[in-house]
């Protein structure tokens, strides 16, 4: 069974610096393409930024320039959040792109104004 395990999230001012960290247990990054995904109370949980197999990154208009995934060993992934805006405020999972695996709990990211 696949097991994830989000960290790195934490309380920070408008403005600062978060990496989170996807640590993936029960199988591997090779062959998934893998996503990070936020969820706002009363909202949808949405990708925000995601490569795939090929290496090619998307990133939602909203943390483009701001945000960096990337690949660590083969069970880490980062993402790298910068210019924090209150308006990321989430909890934030990672996940391979459809179909998922089960998901983890997430890790919250508040940032204050």
């Known amino acids: 069974q696949v097991q994830l395990v989000e960290s790195g999230g934490g309380l920070v001012q408008a403005g600062g610096s978060l990496r989170l960290t996807c640590t993936i247990s029960?199988?591997?990054?090779?062959?998934?393409?893998i996503g990070w995904y936020r969820q706002a109370p009363d909202n949808q949980r949405n990708v925000v930024a995601r490569f795939r197999t090929d290496g090619t990154t998307f990133y939602v208009d909203s943390v483009k320039g701001r945000f960096i995934i990337s690949r660590g060993n083969e069970n880490t992934v980062y993402l790298e959040m910068d210019s924090l805006k209150p308006e990321d405020s989430a909890v934030y999972y990672c996940?391979?792109?459809?179909?998922?695996?089960?998901w983890g709990q997430g890790t919250q990211v508040t940032v204050s104004s």
């Open positions: 029960g199988s591997t990054v090779t062959g998934n393409g």
């Open positions: 996940n391979k792109l459809y179909p998922y695996w089960p």
